[in-house]
């Protein structure tokens, strides 16, 4: 049986570039960037004031002089006009061109403004520059600023946004069906009868596949092989780039994904990983179509084997031609146990956890209480799950294990 490694290794050597799309910036928030976006000008593009004040010649400062003639006033937005009179001074606001002729802004808190005359109340510094925001001091124009496969989040698209970018390219969003499966599932409307549950599954994958930018839709199929059948043929056939379906992969007598993909020509890529919760995931491909997560039915296991491995594969799709596939992928860093656990089974073992900071900046791991794969509540609170190798069978309070971030 694969260990998760090898496991998530086959899943992300399926995973293809999505073509790039033009999207208006509005809507580009969480997409990730298939273009290099370059300074369009100098950052800042001018001499930027940085300070209410006054801005005057340093060279007249540092030899003595204290009181200035104000000249006029420059206000942020107003072409620049210079200093003709270099014992005079301008009347400064942030983000102002700094008047030429100037070359040192004095704050309004550092002096005395009386009549039309400033008396500046603080020693001349050394050198000139003080609260000027220097042309080309961040960027040069022509610098790359983003390139292809950065995630456009507030501070990206703030950059897109002075650069003019209108419109960015970015990645396709992948489409993906949720499919849940099961007779004993009923919607979220629905009064369940005694034997029957509402289904959950598809909300948390919904959530979690969106949270990536993907673009998701929901369908519900019973055990009824006829109608799995029907179903999955349309699915399938319907453009996904993924379909993901949760339950009826493990042993029982209604668990007929894996021969109904087989039937439908969904390559095996593999079945059952060594691992708790989720042992009994499969995933296939279908040649031209889309891949097929299988992903198990208990709550706990359909969440983290979502996002152990569909989200993965969904983060590597967007990585535009020529990005590294892999890098979209980030490893688990190291979290350090709080408590003991025992566990023999030669499995990976996956732990829930809430995460916190000590005093000396090391990352706790605390276990939430899981009364087991079907415990859904147990996720609540979780912000991270640890990666629990095979040996040893007793993990120790203070040893530190892979661990990732939800
Ligand atoms: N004889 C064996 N039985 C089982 C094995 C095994 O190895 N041998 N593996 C167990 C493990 S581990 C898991 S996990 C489950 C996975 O089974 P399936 O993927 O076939 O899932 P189902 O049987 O359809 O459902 C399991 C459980 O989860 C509930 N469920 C399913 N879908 C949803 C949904 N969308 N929302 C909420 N809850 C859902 C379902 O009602 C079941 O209670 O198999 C073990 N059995
Ligand atoms: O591994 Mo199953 O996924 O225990 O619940």
Redesign the pocket.
């Given at each position: 049986m694969l260990s998760p490694a090898e496991a998530i290794a086959l899943v992300l050597a399926t995973a293809r570039p999505l073509p790039p799309e033009t999207v208006p910036l509005l809507h580009a928030a969480g997409r990730v960037l298939a273009e290099t976006l370059t300074a369009d000008r100098d950052f800042p593009p001018f001499n930027r004031v940085a300070m209410d004040g006054i801005a005057v010649a340093h060279a007249a400062w540092a030899g003595g002089q204290t009181e200035f003639e104000i000249q006029h006033a420059q206000y942020a937005g107003a072409p620049s006009r210079p200093l003709l009179d270099p014992s005079k001074a301008v009347e400064v606001m942030t983000g102002a061109v700094l008047p030429a002729g100037t070359d040192v802004v004095v704050r309004y808190e550092d002096i005395l403004l009386h009549d039309n005359r400033a008396r500046i109340q603080i020693a001349a510094p050394e050198t000139s520059g003080v609260n000027i925001h220097h042309q080309a001091a961040d960027r040069r124009a022509g610098d790359a600023l983003l390139t292809p496969g950065t995630r456009l989040g507030p501070a990206e698209l703030a950059v897109a946004a002075t650069v003019g970018a209108a419109e960015v390219a970015v990645t396709r969003a992948a489409r993906v069906a949720v499919v849940?499966?099961?007779d004993?599932?009923v919607g979220i409307q629905e009064t369940p009868l005694p034997h029957q549950?509402r289904?959950?599954?598809?909300y948390a994958l919904q959530a979690l596949f969106t949270q990536d930018g993907a673009a998701v839709s929901l369908f519900h199929l019973s055990d009824a092989l006829d109608e799995l059948r029907d179903g999955l043929t349309k699915i399938l056939g319907a453009g996904f780039d993924a379909v993901v379906l949760?339950?009826?992969?493990?042993?029982?007598r209604a668990?007929h994904l894996p021969g109904l993909l087989r039937e439908l020509h969904v390559r095996e890529i593999f079945h059952e990983v060594q691992q708790?919760?989720?042992?009994?995931l499969w995933f296939g491909a279908r040649e031209g179509g889309p891949v097929v997560f299988g992903l198990?039915?208990?709550?706990v296991?359909?969440f983290i084997t979502a996002c152990r491995y569909a989200r993965p594969w969904l983060r590597a799709v967007q990585q535009p031609e020529g990005a590294p596939a892999v890098a979209a992928v980030e490893t688990p860093a190291p979290a350090v146990l709080t408590v003991d656990i025992n566990f023999k089974p030669q499995l990976t073992h996956f732990v829930p956890v809430r995460l916190t900071v000590d005093t000396e900046g090391r990352r706790l791991a605390t276990p939430l209480r899981v009364g087991g794969?079907?415990d859904m509540l147990s996720l609540v609170g979780a912000t991270a799950f640890l990666e629990l190798p095979p040996e040893p069978a007793v993990f120790l309070a203070g040893s530190a294990w892979p661990c990732w971030v939800l």
């Amino acid at each position: 049986m694969l260990s998760p490694a090898e496991a998530i290794a086959l899943v992300l050597a399926t995973a293809r570039p999505l073509p790039p799309e033009t999207v208006p910036l509005l809507h580009a928030a969480g997409r990730v960037l298939a273009e290099t976006l370059t300074a369009d000008r100098d950052f800042p593009p001018f001499n930027r004031v940085a300070m209410d004040g006054i801005a005057v010649a340093h060279a007249a400062w540092a030899g003595g002089q204290t009181e200035f003639e104000i000249q006029h006033a420059q206000y942020a937005g107003a072409p620049s006009r210079p200093l003709l009179d270099p014992s005079k001074a301008v009347e400064v606001m942030t983000g102002a061109v700094l008047p030429a002729g100037t070359d040192v802004v004095v704050r309004y808190e550092d002096i005395l403004l009386h009549d039309n005359r400033a008396r500046i109340q603080i020693a001349a510094p050394e050198t000139s520059g003080v609260n000027i925001h220097h042309q080309a001091a961040d960027r040069r124009a022509g610098d790359a600023l983003l390139t292809p496969g950065t995630r456009l989040g507030p501070a990206e698209l703030a950059v897109a946004a002075t650069v003019g970018a209108a419109e960015v390219a970015v990645t396709r969003a992948a489409r993906v069906a949720v499919v849940s499966t099961g007779d004993e599932l009923v919607g979220i409307q629905e009064t369940p009868l005694p034997h029957q549950i509402r289904r959950s599954n598809a909300y948390a994958l919904q959530a979690l596949f969106t949270q990536d930018g993907a673009a998701v839709s929901l369908f519900h199929l019973s055990d009824a092989l006829d109608e799995l059948r029907d179903g999955l043929t349309k699915i399938l056939g319907a453009g996904f780039d993924a379909v993901v379906l949760s339950g009826a992969v493990s042993k029982g007598r209604a668990d007929h994904l894996p021969g109904l993909l087989r039937e439908l020509h969904v390559r095996e890529i593999f079945h059952e990983v060594q691992q708790r919760p989720g042992k009994p995931l499969w995933f296939g491909a279908r040649e031209g179509g889309p891949v097929v997560f299988g992903l198990p039915g208990n709550p706990v296991s359909t969440f983290i084997t979502a996002c152990r491995y569909a989200r993965p594969w969904l983060r590597a799709v967007q990585q535009p031609e020529g990005a590294p596939a892999v890098a979209a992928v980030e490893t688990p860093a190291p979290a350090v146990l709080t408590v003991d656990i025992n566990f023999k089974p030669q499995l990976t073992h996956f732990v829930p956890v809430r995460l916190t900071v000590d005093t000396e900046g090391r990352r706790l791991a605390t276990p939430l209480r899981v009364g087991g794969s079907g415990d859904m509540l147990s996720l609540v609170g979780a912000t991270a799950f640890l990666e629990l190798p095979p040996e040893p069978a007793v993990f120790l309070a203070g040893s530190a294990w892979p661990c990732w971030v939800l």
